[in-house]
């Protein structure tokens, strides 16, 4: 199987930084896209941040500027730089990625657990 198990949520200021990482675990062959969405209370999933596995990024509208999303292939991982982080940040934080199992056929998506992110004003 796979899982993938966030870290660094907490409690932040507004205008403070936070750093989340990601790390993908089991029987990996390969993995393709990793990235974040987050989702607050009464809303959608909405991108965050999304990275190729060659490392180009792309952004959703709320995290252009502020927000930086960087991996390590070698260690299955993907991180989160936030910073300037506003209230309207505050949510739960998945990461996800788009892997190929050993002796699978086809690439599937799989999600963490989710991690929140509280930030006061």
């Known amino acids: 199987q796979v899982q993938l198990v966030e870290s660094g949520g907490g409690l932040v200021q507004a205008g403070g930084s936070l750093r989340l990482s990601c790390r993908a675990s089991?029987?990996?062959?390969?993995?393709?896209?990793m990235g974040w969405y987050h989702q607050a209370p009464g809303k959608q999933r909405e991108l965050v941040a999304g990275?190729?596995?060659?490392?180009?990024?792309n952004y959703g509208d709320s995290a252009k500027g502020r927000f930086t999303i960087s991996r390590n292939n070698a260690e299955n991982t993907v991180f989160l730089q936030m910073n300037t982080v506003k209230p309207e940040d505050t949510a739960v934080y998945y990461c996800?990625?788009?892997?190929?199992?050993?002796?699978?056929?086809?690439?599937?998506?799989?999600w963490g657990q989710g991690t929140q992110v509280t930030v006061s004003s």
């Open positions: 089991g029987r990996i062959a390969s993995i393709d896209a």
């Open positions: 996800y990625g788009r892997i190929l199992q050993l002796g699978g056929l086809s690439w599937s998506d799989y």
């Open positions: 990275i190729s596995s060659g490392g180009t990024p």
